[in-house]
């Protein structure tokens, strides 16, 4: 594998674990299947393309994106606690209505973002090559969004939030508002994809409608991964599980498609994430030795004490 074909990886790794964080959240966090994201992805994209191309400021652009994609989010909780709909059915509906959203906003089904200012532009020109500044720069928001997201989910809130999702009857019982609890992780999980989808646009110089397919499915396998080389031990664990996922998987399709004996090409994406799922959902169940020394470690320290 190449330099670039590596750091270009690493860097729709860094992007796509923001993806993972927000999958996480709804998943695992809230148990709420949700199948927005493939809507709300490219929802950010259009939103923060968009606006760059009629000359708004790229970061009120993609503070504009993220409040589009928590709006998706909670049509998709309205949807579910208002109305009864199923959780998968609500956010599939709301899905199929960003397509057409996606393409109200941006008025043709792809927007270039070739020769305007973004979000990069203030860091560029310092000696760094684009090809070290876009992973460096998609790293520290992703890193930034992971320890806030953190903070929240060990604060009073987030453990409402996570009472929750794990057992909402006792949850109410305990006076959470398990409504507006949910509510708020759906927004904050849709809004993080959406960041992600204004990232991505912003980073390939393009937001095309059809980008967000196939989302949900890479934010599950990362999250998969990550459970299952570092367990589910600990929020700051999960999510950097996340992060760490995401990455494998995006450096496994790129060897993937790189490894010139095995003659895959760019039409083969949708057979090597498929197996690379299927790879990521027999891992759990296998023998860890991560995992294993990981508890090893906790048994240790616990018998010291």
Partial sequence: MSLVAFLGAIEIGFVFGLVAIGVFLSFRVLNFPDLTVDGSFPLGASVAATLIVNGI?????????????????????????RFGILHLLASILTMIALYSINLRIMGRPN????????????FQGHGLANLYLKPLFGGVVLIITGLLLTRFLLSSYGLAMRATGSNPRMARAQGINTKAVTYVGMAISNAMV????????????????????GTIVVGLAAVIIGEAIFGARSISVWILGCIAGSVIYRLAVALALNAAFLGLNASD???????????????????????ALIAARSTNRGAKR
């Fill in 57 to 81: 400021d790229p970061y009120a652009a993609t503070a504009a994106a993220i409040a589009a994609g928590a709006m998706a989010g909670l049509v998709t909780a309205f949807l579910n606690l």
């Fill in 111 to 122: 927007v270039a973002l070739l020769g305007v200012e973004t979000i990069l532009t203030p």
């Fill in 194 to 213: 959406a960041l992600a989808g204004a990232l991505f646009a912003q980073m390939n110089g393009f937001a095309d409608v059809t980008i967000g397919t």
């Fill in 269 to 291: 994406l949708n057979l090597v994430t498929a197996v690379l799922v299927a790879i990521a959902l027999i891992l759990p169940g296998a023998r860890n030795p991560l995992r």
